[in-house]
């Protein structure tokens, strides 16, 4: 597989329910991203990894854990979400902080119930 | 701080038709410009850019000028096809690529 991959692309879950989402690039890149997409929102950024370390974590609710054991994976481990936690997760990634260009994966759609 | 405001859309226009998504953004510095397409079911992907005043970003037959005196980088297209629907997004960033801010997206329809 080429590019950023990421699974599931769907996934319902109450709110007592532990999930995780997975994501994967095959790019060879250096820094690795979690967005949020709700509708008629920005785009959040969520937390940045770079070389497997977390740079950056936009004050988000610690319901949200992520874990990068390398730098091709990226995870996004769910605990006790609320419905308005519902939205897009999109996972990206570039060959380092420095270079803007991002390359996206498709998105697993969550819905909280 | 920074921030960038695109027209809400949506947009439905014919194939052919001519295409302006205005784009204007507030930055504290001197930003470089982005717009990124999402196509349905799949993520976004870089369409053009441009980094610094009077350069113009181009592909696929889009085209964005940085424009410093109005602040904008607004994206046209001279004849849409139907392959272009899909939700446009502005962006920018002052100092790399986890600093991307991003607009809320306008959605593009292309009917035949």
């Known amino acids: 597989e080429t590019g950023v991959t990421q699974t599931p692309r769907h996934l319902v879950m109450g709110m007592t329910n532990k999930k995780s989402l997975k994501c994967e690039q095959h790019l060879g890149h250096n820094a690795m991203y979690w967005y949020k997409q709700s509708a008629k929102k920005p785009l959040e950024l969520m937390f940045v990894y770079n070389f497997k370390e977390q740079t950056e974590n936009n004050s988000v609710p610690s319901r949200f854990s992520p874990e990068c054991p390398n730098s091709s994976h990226l995870f996004l481990h769910l605990h006790t979400l609320q419905p308005e936690d519902s939205a897009l997760y999109l996972c990206a990634s570039s060959q380092d902080l420095e270079n803007y260009e991002q390359y996206f994966g498709p998105g697993t759609r969550l819905t909280v119930t | 701080g920074n921030s960038v405001t695109q027209m809400e859309g949506p947009v439905t226009l014919s194939e052919e038709a001519f295409l302006t998504i205005n784009c204007t953004y507030t930055?504290?510095?001197?930003?470089?410009l982005f717009w990124y397409v999402q196509y349905p079911g799949e993520g976004l992907q870089l369409l053009l850019k441009?980094?610094?005043?009077?350069d113009k970003g181009s592909n696929k037959g889009f085209e964005a000028t940085y424009r410093k005196e109005t602040t904008s980088f607004h994206l046209e297209k001279g004849s849409v096809q139907v392959s272009d629907s899909a939700v446009y997004f502005c962006?920018?960033?002052?100092?790399?690529?986890?600093?991307?801010?991003f607009g809320t997206g306008t959605r593009l329809t292309v009917i035949p």
């Open positions: 441009a980094t610094k005043a009077d």
């Open positions: 930055a504290t510095g001197y930003p470089s």
């Open positions: 962006a920018l960033s002052e100092s790399g690529a986890n600093n991307l801010f």
